[in-house]
């Protein structure tokens, strides 16, 4: 086909404007990053990330500590079971022992040790028990609405798909735990917020200072939740909150795609498969059509 010199002009046309239309967008963009939104979140460094990336069992299982520890006393994981902990890829599988989730030690003595609510056979009172591995991660509070109460008015969200939940989750997990400072000269608080960085939000309406150097970031309910020294690690981590922080993102990351690595691996080893297959059909093809003139 022979392009027409029109057509070839038209066609130069479209494309100059596209590239004019694209360098308006991009020269447009500091200027909205300047009137708001939050910091790109920091990269945490996983293991898990990338096509071949694994999860760090160990980080799993300081990760589940400090969840427990620390954030369970506002956030529910409903969706976790205590069985989940012990599963293939889970913080305390193990592969050489022949346990079922259920019947792994570590699982039931880390389940032995939350409280779950439950009806008392006999009476129908309601009380609490030790959690078994079939039981849930109990939420803190009973419904949303005491949740809320007891948070200046906003529930601490569940946080079992949590890192499904936001763009990027595991690093933006690590980076608004780890991200909290001081609330810049010229900022409006209302009493129970707290300023953090990589917070969605739009903090234009509360800034007194230059209107061109709005703070990034916004408002959140939920205070610093980590401090130095905080969580006790058996196996030397530094007790940090960069450290709690990047554990505890990652056991959420994990909670929320418990069978990723899994998937990863399947989806390599369809690859290969498909690979060797088309070299095969193409082996037969070539051997069938031998000497044959077509
Ligand atoms: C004292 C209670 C409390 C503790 C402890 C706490 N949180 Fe929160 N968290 C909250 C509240 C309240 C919100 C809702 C904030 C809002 O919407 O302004 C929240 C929100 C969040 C969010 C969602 C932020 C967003 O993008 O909307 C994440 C993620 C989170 N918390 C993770 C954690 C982790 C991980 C821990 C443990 C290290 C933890 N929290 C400990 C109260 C708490």
């Not at 708001?36 to 990330?49: C, Y």
Request: net charge negative.
């Amino acid at each position: 086909m022979t392009i027409q010199n029109g057509t070839r002009s038209a066609v130069f046309k479209i494309v100059a404007s596209a590239v004019a239309a694209l360098s308006l967008v991009a020269m447009a963009a500091p200027a909205t990053a300047a009137g708001g939104g939050a910091k790109h979140p920091r990269s945490g460094g996983f293991s898990f990330e990338g096509p071949f990336g694994t999860f760090d069992q160990a980080q799993l299982q300081r990760g589940y500590k400090v969840y427990r520890e620390v954030c369970a006393a506002c956030h529910g994981m409903q969706l976790m079971s205590f069985r989940n902990l012990g599963q293939p890829g889970g913080p305390f599988y193990d592969a050489h022992e022949n346990w079922s989730p259920a019947e792994n030690p570590y699982v039931r003595a880390l389940a032995a040790e939350v409280q779950v609510p439950d009806i008392d056979t006999e009476t129908g009172e309601p009380i609490t028990r030790p959690a078994t591995p079939a039981d849930h991660f109990p939420s803190p509070y009973p419904n949303a609405t005491a949740a809320a109460a007891a948070n200046g008015g906003a529930a601490p969200p569940d946080l079992s798909v949590m890192a499904k939940a936001r763009h990027d989750g595991a690093n933006y997990i690590y980076s608004l735990l780890s991200g909290y400072v001081p609330a810049p000269q010229g900022l409006k608080m209302a009493p129970g917020q707290h300023y953090n960085p990589y917070m969605a939000g739009d903090l234009a309406p509360f800034w007194e200072g230059d209107e061109h150097h709005v703070p990034p970031g916004g408002f959140i309910a939920m205070p610093a939740p980590l401090s130095d020294g905080q969580v006790t690690y058996d196996d030397g981590s530094p007790q940090t909150v960069d450290q709690y922080a990047k554990d505890v993102a990652a056991f959420i990351a994990w909670a929320s795609d418990p069978h990723a690595v899994e998937r990863k691996r399947t989806g390599f080893g369809v690859l290969i498969f498909l690979l060797l297959f088309a070299g095969l059909t193409y082996a037969s093809y070539r051997r069938i059509w031998k000497g044959i003139a077509h």
